[in-house]
């Protein structure tokens, strides 16, 4: 009777402790087979990857679906970004996304389009009223796209929880055919004590690897000592698409004992740009492949990991053998293992790090400042994921703070004296990062008075720029005393090659149209459907301004049928 009751008490317990996941509540938000081009918490530049990139045959104005009953409770539409967006939150607590959407439903169309044009400005965020827009399981609701920072026709779909926490879409049944391996692409091992070693060395060593006939791996045999860790670089591939996406689990067993393990179920916002703690950020800024660490360092509170003894490290004792594992799957269980045999062995001679010792020694609790002439830098306690000796240049109207190899997780801000310039000339400065060409790139720019500042999590090389050109303004399908009735689009290329497209705002006979920006195309574009125009003969008028207030205007008159 007393082991029954311990029974039930411990399911109890086990019941509470797990999340009840709905695995038929979600319906696939396209009619298409599911080929998908990115994972569920795939790593990303700075971020994971929130949802399942669902590939749309290279095409834009496919359908998309509602997953799932419920209601638009946010819609946001920008230049970059998510492009256009919905979210839509369900009874059940969660929101599903829908982003890069080409258009909304007709009825959510018109909604946005009333703000926008109330508002004057395409991009534009909004929150409508409870029951104000609902909708049911398996309607219309947006036609796939390519708008915001998508690099390619898709549709970005995401599941969030209650919290607004993003989940894994796979474990709500959202089904991904796949009967293939994940691909290693390589194994390095590092060294973490003063006294350790790998094959005699203490920098990041690569493993030689041998594959095996059932598809796994076998490492060369390692001479170690002292703390260790090993990262890994791999892939997956889906049967439907051949895109190198992410890995749903990496587990870790020293001699058959699990030490690590990490799983891409959920994360949140605020701990995604973590990320750059998870892989070896130097080696990636050099070689742009992601190693994934399989040990956790300091200030690394990912909650992707769901064991981690000994923070995933071992201690290689001298004249001790080891069996050390590395277990890789994705969401279909599919697996790829790899073998690596560690002998402890004490050398009397090793190949030690490179310690580079330089003024400016920044704690990475505390905060730091820098001033040098008309240049002064505050890097704010927690930018920094340890305490790191930077170098820091400074020549005249340039800076160059540190390097790319090394991540920063807060903003810096650096500021520029330009008391010495005229007022007139202080209008047309920005600042601008340098990048390896010697191109600059306008990094955002505050002006106060006399000082110009930027806020940046970036570090490089930094400078003062001067933007004297005004932006330039190309019509596609309109000029002069030309009829465009057969159009349904008036269309217009902009471009600013220095500091950058700021705004834009065109009319027509004096009245506001919406004109969407592609900044990937530079093009402009109105839709006639908007119905503005109630004249044959329109003047059609475009203003652009950069980011330093260089303003170019384009006008014209064109005839077309009301």
């Known amino acids: 009777m007393r082991v029954t009751l311990i029974a039930i008490i411990f399911s109890i317990g086990l019941c509470f402790g797990q999340e009840n996941v709905p695995t038929d509540y979600f319906m696939h938000p396209l009619d298409i087979p599911m080929a998908i081009s990115g994972t569920f918490g795939e790593l990303r530049s700075n971020h994971f990857h929130s949802g399942l990139d669902m590939k749309t045959n290279g095409e834009e104005g496919l359908n998309v679906y509602a997953a799932a009953s419920g209601r638009v409770s946010r819609i946001k539409v920008s230049h970059g970004g998510y492009g256009k967006a919905l979210y839509v939150v369900h009874p059940n607590g969660y929101t599903t996304v829908y982003a890069h959407l080409k258009k909304f439903s007709p009825k959510i169309e018109a909604f946005v389009k009333e703000r926008q044009y109330a508002k004057e400005s395409y991009e534009i965020e909004l929150f409508p009223k409870s029951e104000s827009l609902t909708v049911k399981k398996g309607d219309i609701i947006a036609l796939s796209g390519n708008t915001g920072g998508s690099s390619g026709p898709h549709l970005h779909f995401e599941i969030r929880d209650p919290k607004s926490r993003p989940m894994n879409p796979m474990i709500f049944g959202i089904q991904v055919e796949d009967t293939k391996n994940p691909i290693i692409n390589s194994l390095w091992a590092y060294t973490e004590s003063k006294d350790g070693h790998v094959n005699g060395s203490q920098i990041p060593y690569r493993v030689k690897l041998t594959p095996t006939e059932d598809g796994n791996y076998t490492a060369e045999n390692l001479k170690a000592l002292g703390k260790i860790g090993f990262g890994v670089s791999t892939i997956d591939k889906q049967d439907l698409a051949n895109n190198r996406n992410g890995v749903y689990e990496i587990s870790t067993l020293i001699n058959g004992n699990e030490n690590l393990k990490l799983k891409m179920n959920r994360f949140s916002f605020s701990e995604t740009r973590y990320v750059n703690r998870l892989i070896d950020y130097g080696y990636f800024q050099k070689n742009r492949s992601r190693i994934t660490q399989l040990f956790v360092k300091r200030n690394n509170p990912l909650t992707v990991f769901k064991k981690k003894e000994n923070n995933g490290f071992i201690t290689i004792q001298d004249s001790l053998s080891y069996s050390y594992k590395i277990q890789i799957k994705d969401f279909k269980n599919n697996t790829t293992t790899i073998s690596i045999p560690i002998e402890g062995k004490r050398l009397d001679s090793i190949i030690k790090k490179k310690d580079v010792n330089t003024p400016d020694f920044v ?130 290329k902009i471009n600013d090659s220095e500091s950058g497209v700021k705004s834009y705002r065109a009319t027509i006979n004096g009245k506001f149209i919406l004109m969407e920006y592609d900044y990937k195309t530079g093009m402009l574009v109105y839709d006639f459907s908007d119905n503005i125009i109630t004249d044959s003969e329109n003047n059609f008028k475009l203003v652009v301004l950069d980011n330093v207030g260089n303003r170019a205007t384009f006008e014209t008159t064109f005839y077309r049928k009301p």
Request: hydrophobic content about 30%; overall charge positive; glycine content about 4%.
């Open 363 to 492: 704690k990475a609790n505390e905060n730091f400042t820098y001033n040098s002439g008309i240049f002064d830098l505050l890097i704010p306690k927690g930018s920094l994921y340890e305490d790191t000796y930077l170098n820091i240049d400074v020549n005249r109207e340039t800076a160059v703070i540190h390097d790319a190899e090394t991540p920063l997780h807060k903003n810096m801000t650096l500021a520029f004296d330009v008391s010495h310039y005229k007022d007139e000339d202080i209008k047309k400065l920005y600042i601008g990062r340098v990048n390896k060409k010697g191109k600059p790139s306008h990094s955002r720019t505050r002006r106060k008075g006399t000082r110009l500042s930027t806020r940046t999590r970036t570090f490089g090389k930094y400078s003062l720029f001067s933007d004297l050109q005004k932006p330039t303004i190309v019509p596609v399908n309109v000029s002069s005393k030309k009829w465009i009735s057969s159009a349904t689009h008036l269309k217009v």
